[in-house]
C-alpha cells in the first residue's frame, strides 16, 4: 500500500499554483449534461473524483477527452440514459448531481446512495424536498434510489438550512423545467455562482446567485460553450497555513482572494502576515502564533473543510484555542490522529479545545478524508521524528499532486510503499496508546 512519509521541515519558502476547484468542478461536469452541444471546460483538476466522473460519463453515453492542453472536453448529444452504476455513484458525494442534470431529459435517474468522505451524518433531505416541490417522486432500494418526474415544473423552494449540494442540485433541475424556480435560503458558495455563471453562458436563465434567493427561468435547451473553473480556495487556504505550521513564506498563485476573506482574517488574527494582489496572496510567519477562537460557518463564514487544516496549524499557537464545528459536528476524525503525535486537543460534543504550543512528534496516522489528510501533512511538517502517512487515496481524491506543490516550498516528503499488514499494525498500536 502507499504510504507517505514526512520528516520535520524547516521554513517553507516558494510559491504554488492553485488548481480549479473539485467542488465546482464535479458540478460543472455534471451540469454539461443539460446540453446537447459539445463544451470545453478549462482548469479541471486530475483527480480520482473526476476520473469517477469521466468513468460515470462513459457508461451513461457522454464523451470525455482530456485534451493536450489539459482541457476537458465534453459530447453530452450521445447520452442515452440515466441509470447512474450504483458503486461508482457511492464512490463520491456529489454524484447527487447527476440527478438534477438529468432529470428533465430522460424522467427517471437510478443512482447509488452519495458517498466519499463520512461525517457520519450528511443527509440528503433538502435536495429531496426541492426536487419533489418540482414534481418528483423517490424511491429508496436497498442500494440505490431512483427519482421520477413525468414533467418538472418550477416552484418556490425554501431550504429549511443552507446547503450548498441541495442548492446546485435544485438549480440544476429548474433549468429545465417550466415556469420560474425560486430558491429561498440558496448557499451563496463560489461553487454555485460558478455553475450558474457556466449555465447561463450556455443560456439558461439564472439569476441572483451569489445571493439567499436564486431565480431560475426554466428554457427549452442550452447550447454549448467554453468555460473556466474557479481556483480552489480550500486548497489555497492549507497552502497558506503551511507557511504558519512550518514558518516561512507561501505564495499561492492563479486565486480569488475574496474566496477565502473569512480564512485570511483568521490567519491574520493568528499572527501570520498576509499580503494579497488581485490573483495572488502570500502569508508569511516568524513563528509566533496566537491562540483564536474559531466558528465554522456557511459562505462567507470560515468553511468547515478548512476546520481540519487550521487544527494542525493551532496546535502550534502559544494557548488554549476553541473550534466550533457548525456544519458538521462530527468532522473530528483527525484529532485522534494528531493525538497519536502528542497534540494536547479535548473534543466535547462540537467543540475542539487545542492546548497549543507542546511540541508534536513523527507517529503512524491515518487520513479517513480529504482535509484530514491535508492537516495531517501540515502536522507532519512541524513534527520532530518521521511521520508516515496512510489514507493517501483520500488527498489523491482532491489534490493533483500534493507532494510534488509541498516539496515545491521546501517539505520534505516523499511517496512509498510497505506492506499493508504492516501497516496496520504499526496504526493498531498507535490506537492501544491513545
Not at 485534451?67 to 450504483?86: E, F, M, S, V, Y
Not at 421520477?148 to 450548498?164: N, V
Not at 503551511?242 to 516561512?248: F, K, L, M
Not at 496572496?281 to 460557518?297: D, N
Request: charged content about 20%; proline content about 3%; aromatic content about 6%.
Amino acid at each position: 500500500m502507499n504510504i507517505i512519509r514526512i520528516e520535520r521541515s524547516g521554513p517553507l519558502s516558494g510559491s504554488v499554483k492553485i488548481q480549479g476547484s473539485k467542488n465546482s468542478s464535479l458540478a460543472l461536469m455534471a451540469a454539461c449534461c443539460l446540453s446537447d452541444q459539445p463544451i470545453t471546460l478549462s482548469g479541471i483538476p486530475d483527480i480520482y473524483d473526476i476520473r469517477i466522473i469521466c468513468d460515470i460519463a462513459g457508461d451513461i453515453g457522454m464523451g470525455t477527452t482530456r485534451l493536450a492542453n489539459g482541457d476537458l472536453q465534453l459530447l453530452p448529444g450521445t447520452i442515452h440514459n440515466a441509470n447512474i452504476d450504483k458503486d461508482k455513484a457511492s464512490s463520491y458525494r456529489a454524484s447527487y448531481y447527476f440527478v438534477g442534470a438529468l432529470l428533465a431529459k430522460f424522467g427517471k435517474v437510478s443512482i447509488g446512495f452519495p458517498g466519499g468522505d463520512n461525517f457520519v451524518s450528511r443527509p440528503i433531505d433538502q435536495h429531496i424536498k426541492g426536487l419533489k416541490a418540482m414534481g418528483a417522486e423517490f424511491s429508496f432500494h436497498e442500494d440505490h434510489y431512483t427519482v421520477e418526474a413525468k414533467k418538472l415544473k418550477g416552484a418556490d423552494i425554501y431550504f429549511d438550512m443552507i446547503t450548498s449540494g441541495a442548492t446546485i442540485n435544485c438549480m440544476l433541475a429548474a433549468v429545465l423545467a417550466e415556469g420560474r424556480t425560486v430558491l429561498r435560503g440558496a448557499a451563496k458558495d463560489p461553487e454555485v455562482v460558478d455553475t450558474a455563471i457556466f449555465l447561463n453562458e450556455l443560456g439558461a436563465k439564472i439569476a441572483g446567485a451569489g445571493t439567499d434567493t436564486i431565480r431560475i427561468d426554466g428554457v427549452r435547451s442550452l447550447e454549448g460553450g467554453h468555460h473556466t473553473v474557479i481556483p480552489d480556495r480550500l486548497i489555497a487556504g492549507a497552502f497558506l497555513m503551511s507557511a504558519g505550521v512550518a514558518g516561512g513564506s507561501v505564495t499561492v498563485t492563479d486565486v480569488i482572494p475574496d474566496h477565502i476573506g473569512s480564512c485570511l482574517a483568521k490567519l491574520t488574527e493568528i499572527g501570520m502576515e498576509i499580503d494579497y494582489r488581485d490573483q495572488s496572496i502570500t502569508a508569511s510567519s516568524a513563528g509566533k502564533l496566537k491562540a483564536v477562537r474559531v466558528r465554522t460557518a456557511m459562505y462567507p463564514g470560515f468553511a468547515t473543510d478548512l476546520q481540519q487544516p487550521l487544527t494542525a496549524l493551532l496546535t502550534q499557537a502559544s494557548g488554549r484555542s476553541i473550534i466550533a464545528e457548525k456544519i458538521y459536528p462530527k468532522r473530528f476524525q483527525h484529532v485522534a490522529q494528531l493525538r497519536r503525535m502528542g497534540a494536547d486537543i479535548d473534543v466535547r460534543g462540537s467543540t475542539a479545545y487545542i492546548r497549543g504550543g507542546a511540541p508534536l512528534s513523527g507517529s503512524w496516522v491515518h487520513a479517513t478524508d480529504i482535509r484530514a489528510g491535508t492537516c495531517l501533512l501540515l502536522a507532519g511538517m512541524a513534527a520532530e521524528g518521521t511521520t508516515f502517512l496512510t489514507g493517501v487515496d483520500h488527498i489523491e481524491r482532491g489534490y493533483e499532486d500534493a507532494l510534488t506543490a509541498f516539496r515545491s516550498l521546501g517539505a520534505h516528503m516523499s511517496l512509498e510503499q510497505v506492506d499493508a499488514a504492516h501497516a496496520e499494525e504499526k496504526l493498531r498500536i498507535g490506537n492501544a496508546k491513545l
